[in-house]
């Protein structure tokens, strides 16, 4: 993977200009379509902004609401049953879920495209995994998990704006790795580092878009962005077993060994399977 | 944030759709003007930014090119930091100033940035910030259009001391956690713990790891989680929350914890909560203890009768509930019988155990709900639901006799023990929780009384007589004190026509003030029953002294022509038994000028074998002075022969029962099995050295087979009833002589 040089010149190859154009203008027209996730967006990272106003601002948009709720109430949360109102669902999951939650429905993953069957699985796969390894890594789980929720969040914006060709791509690549190498190829990019560029153009913070460009990038990277490296490979290593496993102490530059990788895949299995259900629904 | 990724930039004019007052301003001024409101505009905003307490750098670098930004413009504070001019800024590069961490600088067109740097200054010194990047946006007829700027804003070393400062308060914090012997949790999302302290992986017994997320509410009892979850949403919702629940900790213990949870809210970021949990399960064992030791006997582990009355006493407060709540219940009490005997015998160890035992069967015979109490000593008290009809009550009691009789072992000894039972049935009673319990004591000594080994209802006829017999008891015991006993006395005679007195007997009598002359047989068991026994005892021996030492001085003195050899006095084992018993007759007899020889004890040879040992050294003690001992009802108690040799006695006392069956005809005065066993008696009496009276004569055939055996003295109404003082001293003036007649029969006394 190249890594794009200073400069205003586009290293993108030609094809791939018309695509990354169209993501451009996405980028901007997306809030329009749906205002209401927009504005939970920029409500969440305030400081001014408590779990009633947000709570208030979401249950304008019924959907997400619905999906928030729903989120709250599940085991992973620890309070299965007794949340019924939005305010104290944006208390249960946290903002930076909230979050999420609202950018994935501004890219238009309530209804999940074919080429895109199973996103929910592996993004919710790689969601929990990160969770777990934030303690090891000393960062916060809920950033770790509302980053890995959206880890993929380009591949939607991929779909949207290249049609034919990426879900060609997707069905043709043998896994991740083999993805990652068309997609640079093409676009002269990864699908993380569109989800981090979506992130930054939606005014997440900036630790967050940068971890997720970091993600796919060799060299240094922020203890967020190595837990979502891991969760992404965890998650892979579950969904892909045929795939040839990458090293977890060359991810985390030795910081979470292969075994500790490992023992987590029951758990991590068995937690995300519910939380898929309750998102995909 | 390298955006070089999108194709010309992406060329919109407006800036990001998030920040629009910022748009308005744009759009709205007018650059280059020359009215005096927009030069005004412009001079204010740029003194603001010279002035201002933020070092600000203005950089740009041409379109279209790779080249790394210039400085254009510094403020003063900018100045300051890097130690030089503000103008010796110009034109160096940023990132000499401004080293990024990482590659690349991080200015983006399209929307401002924010990076990791290394500001280095004139002097050498490198201090780490950040900085954030304010693009300029393009706009046609501005002085450098053919070039990018922006505006450096360079987070303030100050503010990175503060936010160091708020870090090592957090570190600190943490650390203060960690090492806290208070366990503390603190949370994530929602339930799930981020970090929990060492305290509370120790006091779970598991590593910290396995209880973050959700995996602490695992270890809540099953019963409990609901609590717990709703203490939870309730801090979440921003209220302090107390709340007593139970944990199951590695070993699979059960701790009792009081865990209190504080909300903590971090703004932009969302509400959560810090808890300590306190295992309070050791300190509330302690009052469980000593609430349990209040309310429990502690030998047997029953409730205690303070428990007991507390049960009564909600069971009599529920008059008419529903059925199965205070209806048809009935409170037996259980007294053991011959528990003293017992505990005297084997020791107070072996009566605990006893007790022990029985309490463990009586727990089997009663079901769950009913209770088994141990109010003290020897009794227990069992509260039975569903006891609706007598054959109900006569089970529960038979079951319970047969759980008593039943062989106790202890000490290697198999003892038969058996019980007595009172019932009192609570069905429409008013009365507090004592008179139910008293009313079952006296319901015991009806069966007591009865025999023992049985059980009495407690009905209206057992608490009136109950009732009549505390009054007469009353009534004896003010009789005894003012002297309303009295003493009769019977001759004993040596047999002839006429026979000769040669001693009394000493027999009480008591007249009732409302009911008459009461039956001594009566009035003796009701002193038994009231421990009055030694008191009667010995205020008998006290007028009997009294009397035969003015029959004496009158003797003395020529009034009468003889007196009594001696005057025989009953005495109860329990009397012999009590202290100083040996003193009292010792005064009372110098207190009436007479001699030990002038009283005879008469003891009954069942109460002789009953407390042998302690009988013995009294009698043996007074003996030796002189006083006469005489065993009483010869033949009626159970003492070996053995010990006859050795008793400190000096006559027999043949029991009425002996003389009852002797008979002239039939068999000849020479045959017959009772004139066989009177013979015997009388010949160990002589063989021993023993005197001999027959007591019970009243026929002439009796007294002729009775003196053909050779009997010296003779007792009965043949010769003479027992007398008052004044008919006695008639005899007496009569020289003491009697002359037999044959009974006829009295109508019987009035019974109490």
Redesign the interface.
């Known amino acids: 993977m190249s890594e794009p040089t200073v400069g205003n010149v586009s290293t993108a190859p030609p094809g791939a200009v018309e695509v990354l154009g169209r993501i451009s203008a996405a980028l901007d027209d997306l809030p329009a379509h749906r205002p209401v996730a927009a504005k939970v967006i920029a409500e969440a990272d305030s400081m001014k902004s408590d779990a009633k106003s947000l709570g208030r601002t979401l249950s304008y948009d019924p959907a997400l609401t619905a999906k928030v709720l729903r989120l709250a109430n599940s085991a992973y949360f620890g309070l299965s049953g007794r949340v019924s109102q939005p305010p104290f669902a944006v208390t249960v999951v946290g903002f930076a879920t909230v979050r999420s939650l609202a950018v994935s429905a501004m890219a238009g993953l309530d209804e999940v495209p074919e080429a895109l069957a199973g996103f929910w699985d592996r993004s919710v796969l790689t969601a929990v995994a990160a969770a777990e390894f934030a303690p090891r890594l000393r960062t916060q789980a809920p950033d770790a998990f509302s980053v890995g929720l959206l880890a993929r969040l380009g591949q939607a914006l991929l779909v949207r704006c290249d049609p034919v060709e990426y879900p060609r791509m997707l069905a043709e690549a043998a896994d991740r790795e083999e993805l990652l190498a068309a997609e640079n190829r093409r676009y002269g990019a990864v699908h993380t580092r569109v989800s981090a560029e979506a992130l930054a153009a939606w005014a997440f913070p900036d630790d967050l878009s940068q971890a997720l460009a970091q993600v796919d990038r060799p060299g240094f990277s922020t203890p967020l962005a190595t837990c979502v490296r891991l969760g992404v490979e965890l998650s892979e290593r579950i969904l892909d077993p045929a795939r040839p496993p990458r090293s977890a102490e060359q991810l985390s530059a030795g910081h979470v060994r292969d075994a500790e990788v490992d023992s987590l895949r029951a758990g991590v299995t068995r937690t995300a399977a519910e939380l898929v259900q309750l998102l995909s629904s | 944030?390298?955006?070089?990724?999108?194709?010309?930039?992406?060329g919109?004019q407006e800036p990001?759709?998030?920040e629009p007052v910022l748009n308005e301003a744009w759009r709205g001024h007018h650059f280059g003007g020359s009215d005096d409101s927009t030069l005004g505009v412009d001079a204010a905003l740029l003194h603001f930014a010279s002035a201002a307490d933020q070092p600000l750098l203005v950089v740009s670098r041409p379109?279209?090119?790779?080249e790394i930004a210039r400085v254009r413009w510094a403020n003063t504070a900018a100045a300051d930091l890097f130690g030089v001019d503000a103008h010796h800024l110009v034109d160096l590069a940023v990132t000499r100033l401004l080293e990024p961490q990482?590659?690349?600088?991080r200015l983006a067109r399209e929307?401002r940035?924010?990076?990791a740097v290394d500001a280095v200054t004139s002097g050498g010194d490198v201090r780490h910030t950040e900085v954030v990047a304010w693009p300029v946006p393009e706009r046609a007829g501005i002085a450098g259009r053919s070039e990018h700027f922006w505006v450096l804003a360079i987070v303030l070393p100050e503010d990175e001391r503060a936010q160091a400062a708020l870090r090592a308060a957090e570190e600190r914090f943490a650390t203060l956690a960690q090492s806290s012997p208070v366990p503390t949790i603190v949370s994530?999302?929602?339930?799930?713990l981020?970090?929990v302290n060492d305290a509370f992986a120790q006091l779970m017994g598991l590593p910290a790891?396995e209880l973050?997320g959700?995996g602490w509410?695992t270890h809540v009892l099953d019963d409990e989680r609901v609590g717990v979850?709703?203490g939870?949403?309730k801090v979440?919702?921003g209220e302090k929350v107390v709340l007593d629940t139970r944990l199951r900790n590695a070993a699979g213990q059960v701790r009792w914890v009081t865990v209190r949870l504080a909300p903590s809210?971090t703004?932009?970021?969302?509400?959560g909560f810090i808890g300590t949990v306190e295992d309070v399960t050791d300190r509330l064992a302690r009052e469980h203890r000593l609430a349990y030791q209040a309310q429990h006997d502690l030998l047997t582990g029953l409730p205690n009768r303070l428990a007991l009355l507390e049960r009564l006493a909600d069971l009599l407060a529920l008059p008419g509930q529903a059925p199965g709540q205070g209806e048809n219940v009935g409170v037996l009490m259980v007294d053991l019988d011959d528990f003293k005997t017992v505990n005297d015998g084997l020791g107070p160890e072996a009566g605990d155990a006893v007790l022990v035992e029985i309490a463990r069967r009586l727990a089997r015979t009663v079901r769950t709900g009913d209770m088994v109490a141990r109010p003290g000593g020897d009794e227990f008290v069992l509260v039975c639901a569903d006891m609706a009809d007598l054959d109900a009550v006569q089970a529960t009691a038979r079951r319970v006799l047969d759980a008593v009789l039943a062989p106790v072992e202890v000490n290697g000894l198999r003892l038969r023990l058996v019980a007595s039972i009172g019932v009192v049935l609570l069905d429409g009673l008013t009365c507090s929780a004592e008179e139910v319990v008293r009313d079952a004591g006296i319901a015991v000594h009806e069966a007591k009384a009865a025999g023992g080994g049985r059980w009495t209802l407690l009905d209206e006829d057992v608490r009136q007589r109950a009732r009549r017999s505390l009054r007469l008891v009353a009534d004896l015991r003010e009789a005894l004190a003012t002297g309303g006993v009295d003493v009769h006395y019977q001759p004993i005679v040596r047999p002839g026509r006429p026979a000769q007195l040669l001693s009394l007997e000493a027999l009480c009598r008591w007249t009732h003030p409302e009911l008459g002359p009461i039956p001594p047989q009566s009035f003796i068991e009701l002193a038994e029953r009231a421990n009055l026994v030694p008191a009667l005892d010995a205020h008998v021996l006290a007028v009997a002294c009294r009397d035969l030492a003015d029959w004496r001085a009158a003797h003395a003195a020529g009034e009468l022509p003889t007196s009594p050899d001696y005057v025989a006095v009953n005495v109860s084992a329990v009397s012999l038994a009590a202290d100083g018993f040996a003193a009292g007759v010792r005064r009372v007899m110098s207190a009436a000028g007479l001699h030990p020889s002038d009283i005879c004890l008469e003891v009954t040879e069942t109460a002789l074998a009953s407390d042998l040992r302690a009988c013995r050294t009294v009698l043996e003690e007074l003996r030796a002075e002189g006083t006469r001992v005489a065993i009483d009802d010869f033949g009626t108690g159970y003492s070996s022969l053995a010990y006859l040799k050795d008793l400190p006695v000096d006559h027999l006392k043949v029991d009425r029962s002996f003389v009852r069956d002797l008979r002239t005809d039939g068999d000849g005065p020479s045959g017959g099995p009772a004139r066989a066993v009177a013979a015997a008696v009388v010949s160990l009496a002589r063989t021993l050295g023993l005197g001999i009276v027959a007591e019970g004569v009243e026929t002439f055939e009796q007294d002729a087979v009775i003196t053909d055996l050779g009997c010296e003295a003779v007792q009965g109404y043949l010769y003479s009833r027992p007398l008052t003082r004044q008919g006695l001293v008639e005899v007496l003036r009569a020289g003491g002589e009697l002359h037999p007649q044959p009974v006829v029969p009295t109508p019987r006394e009035v019974t109490a």
């Open positions: 944030m390298n955006s070089t990724m999108w194709p010309h930039g992406r919109r990001p759709w998030t379109q279209e090119t790779t990482g590659p690349g600088e929307r940035s924010r990076y994530d999302v929602g339930a799930r981020s970090r790891e973050c959700t509410l979850v709703e939870i949403a979440l919702a809210r703004p932009g970021y969302g509400a």
